[in-house]
């Protein structure tokens, strides 16, 4: 998980004090789509742990984006599915597809020109949510290059913007972290390199989270999660968001 505050161990103990799973990586099975189980399968009747903490999801405002564009990506699957249990856990839902938006690379140069009006777009509707999803694909061990670049630019000062000139839209949200592959690990090592990046840039890391393996067969007609313990390791990140988020953003 990287380097943690104290701050941040002390909110990861409160927060069900999570066990961390060792898992044997397994060769990418190619490039560009090496998508892999970061826990493993929760004991049933796990999300009953939570109950002691109150209910605290109500209309949350949750962002959830997925970081890839491919038309049949599983990771947007995800993120579709998890926005749907969002949703029904109560929280105001903001299900964004980084395809809407257009993003060139980032380049200091092009920035000095003038910081483009979808970027401009992004930062409003990142700092509108306190609580975000990201859906990380796993390309090459990592996260994908699109997601990075969609960091990079929402995290650059806006030299002379009279909210963005010194504001960062990432310092304090509350954020949870799934992702989806054919592979056995589910995108596992997208996530271990998101984490330490996340934790740059000042968000807080929920602990629990949830990588989706042979994702090929994990989804119904209908886009929903089809095995009941997928949906519940997915609504436990969501839970956990929601809870965290009420605590550090209390309306």
Known sequence: MGWLSPVQKSFERQAWGVRFAQVKEEPAQRAGDTEQNAHPTPAAGERDAMAHLGDNRHMTKLLIFAGSTRQNSFNRRLAHATADLARAAGADVTHLELSTLDIPLYNADLEATGTPPDVMRLKDIMDAHPAWIIVSPEYNGSYTGLLKNTIDWASSPVKGHPVWGGRDPFAGKVV????????????????????????????????????????????????????????????????????????????
Request: overall charge positive; aromatic content about 6%; charged content about 15%.
């Open 176 to 251: 949870g972290l799934l992702s989806a592959s054919p592979g056995a690990l589910g995108g596992l090592r997208s996530l271990s390199h998101l984490n330490p990046l996340l934790q740059n840039l000042q968000c807080w890391i929920c602990p629990k989270q949830f990588a989706l393996g042979r994702a090929g067969d994990a989804f119904d007609e209908q886009g929903a999660l089809k095995s009941d313990a997928h949906r519940h390791s997915a609504q436990a990140v969501v839970d956990q968001v929601l809870w965290a988020s009420a605590r550090l953003h209390p309306v």
